[in-house]
């Protein structure tokens, strides 16, 4: 069973950093992809990066290009997302999910549970 816990959130300021965390169990880095996705408030949950393992083939959006990025460890089955200059509209609960697929056109959830997710507020 796909299962993915994130961690890390939290209040900064704006311009500060935040490093979220993925465990994932009950696959590998091999078996699917990993996107992380934020939702605010009011808004469409969102894509924020994916990246395969196999290839190292990584896309973002271009509202975080340059300010996150997106690593994983494979002892620990877990993956980080690194989260700098952060800005206000960044606002929102992030989740991490095991994609199907994860290319520059489309990106494929392996299953619909979202899970807890974790909150990253900034303040301005």
């Known amino acids: 069973e796909v299962q993915l816990v994130e961690s890390g959130g939290g209040l900064v300021q704006a311009g500060g950093s935040l490093r979220l965390s993925c465990a994932a169990s009950g696959f590998t880095f091999d078996d699917y992809a990993i996107g992380w996705f934020r939702q605010a408030p009011g808004k469409e949950r969102e894509g924020v990066v994916c990246?395969?393992?196999?290839?190292?083939?990584?896309y973002y959006a271009d509202s975080v290009k340059g300010r996150f990025a997106i690593s994983s460890d494979n002892a620990r089955n877990t993956v980080y997302l690194q989260m700098n200059s952060l800005k206000p509209e960044d606002t929102a609960r992030y989740y991490c999910q095991a994609l199907d697929i994860c290319s520059v056109s489309r990106w494929q959830v392996v299953n619909d549970d979202w899970g807890q997710g974790t909150q990253v507020t900034v303040s301005s």
């Open positions: 990246f395969n393992s196999g290839d190292g083939s990584t």
